[in-house]
T-cell receptor, first 115, second 117 residues
Framework: KAGVTQTPRYLIKTRGQQVTLSCSPI?????VSWYQQTPGQGLQFLFE???????NKGNFPGRFSGRQFSNSRSEMNVSTLELGDSALYLC??????????????FGQGTRLTVV | AQTVTQSQPEMSVQEAETVTLSCTYD???????LFWYKQPPSRQMILVIR??????QNATENRFSVNFQKAAKSFSLKISDSQLGDTAMYFC??????????????FGQGTTLQVKP
């Protein structure tokens, strides 16, 4: 069974540009969550999608957005990139949102560097 | 708001020995879930163990066990017979119960564990 796939693995962008990251969940999983990991702020929740609907959103500016497609694949977009957006972006998938008995599986992340 | 605190930024242990990682949290909820995740150099977060707050019994998974003290809001991870492959960053995480309709994990700052041969 294939795991959670995040593409690309590495990305270098210039300040002011926009970027789109992709996450393909485990087959059959319908919930996708996104997290930002930085040395200073640690792991912070960005948003959660289930059945193409955003269920929860973290405390990030509107430059951060996302969506989920009918096949459960999810994308997150960051517009007008800032140096502080440099981070590891992790995606997690689970069968259903927020249920204890559905373990969340993480991808290997996308390392975004903004220069 | 819920917070999770890991007070040990770095720890080391000799191979085959036992090590305990600390985690405390703050919440006003009575029911919730607690997790320990492992992040090796490959960066992929791997679930180590989880605990439901309403369960008195401490969770165990092979060499990994927790000491869950609900009143003290403490959730420590004990790794027995440490192996070189246990070298990783370990994160303690909190999640509200599903009836509150959120799948958001709140993570601690992490503890880097090095297992020495």
């Amino acid at each position: 069974k294939a795991g959670v796939t995040q593409t690309p693995r590495y990305l270098i962008k210039t300040r002011g540009q926009q970027v789109t990251l992709s996450c393909s969940p485990i087959s059959g999983h319908r919930s996708v969550s996104w997290y930002q990991q930085t040395p200073g702020q640690g792991l912070q929740f960005l948003f959660e999608y289930f059945s193409e609907t955003q269920r929860n959103k973290g405390n990030f500016p509107g430059r951060f957005s996302g969506r989920q497609f009918s096949n459960s694949r999810s994308e997150m977009n960051v517009s007008t990139l800032e140096l502080g957006d440099s981070a590891l972006y992790l995606c997690a998938s689970s069968l259903k949102p927020g249920l204890m008995n559905t373990e969340a599986f993480f991808g290997q992340g996308t390392r975004l560097t903004v220069v | 708001a819920q917070t999770v605190t890991q007070s040990q930024p770095e720890m080391s242990v000799q191979e085959a020995e036992t090590v305990t990682l600390s985690c405390t949290y703050d919440t006003s909820e009575n029911n919730y879930y607690l997790f320990w995740y492992k992040q090796p150099p490959s960066r992929q977060m791997i679930l180590v163990i989880r605990q439901e707050a309403y369960k008195q019994q401490n969770a165990t998974e092979n060499r990994f066990s927790v000491n869950f003290q609900k009143a003290a809001k403490s959730f420590s991870l004990k790794i027995s017979d440490s192996q070189l492959g246990d070298t990783a960053m370990y994160f303690c995480a909190f999640m509200k119960p599903p009836e509150l309709n959120t799948g958001k994990l709140i993570f601690g700052q992490g503890t880097t564990l090095q297992v020495k041969p």
